[in-house]
């Protein structure tokens, strides 16, 4: 059974960093076919992908909102994605997920979408306040 936890959500101050974990359990990173997308729920908003790497290949996408700011990368050793965020704008105020998705051999991450991915961890907070 896949498990995905978050953590590393904190507050912080415009133009400050965070570093998010997500934990995976239950698949091995770098064997099994899996790519994980990294999500955001601001209050009244929708859920909006941020960013995908596939475990096999290491493609890695960005939507252009985050490109340049944040950057997924993962630990095939402590079965763990990192998303790290620089430069951060109140309006990256949101809870933080996690998911995992099940894709073919060779999967390059193109999108991330959320009603691909089926394993979803409990979010993490961040906020970003002076």
């Known amino acids: 059974q896949v498990q995905l936890v978050e953590s590393g959500g904190g507050l912080v101050q415009p133009g400050g960093s965070l570093r998010l974990s997500c934990a995976a359990s239950?698949?091995?990173?770098?064997?099994?076919?899996?790519?994980i997308g990294w999500f955001r729920q601001a209050p009244g908003k929708e859920r909006e992908g941020l960013s995908c790497i596939s475990s096999s290949v290491g493609s890695k996408y960005y939507i252009d909102s985050v490109k340049g700011r944040f950057t997924i990368s993962r630990d095939n050793a402590k079965s763990t994605v990192y998303l790290q965020m620089n430069s951060l704008k109140p309006e990256d105020t949101a809870i933080y997920y996690c998911?995992?998705?099940?894709?073919?051999?060779?999967?390059?991450?193109?999108?991330?979408?959320?009603?691909?991915?089926?394993?979803w961890g409990q979010g993490t907070q961040v906020t970003v306040s002076s």
């Open positions: 239950g698949f091995t990173l770098d064997y099994d076919y899996y790519a």
């Open positions: 998911a995992a998705r099940i894709v073919h051999s060779g999967y390059v991450c193109d999108d991330v979408v959320s009603g691909y991915f089926g394993s």
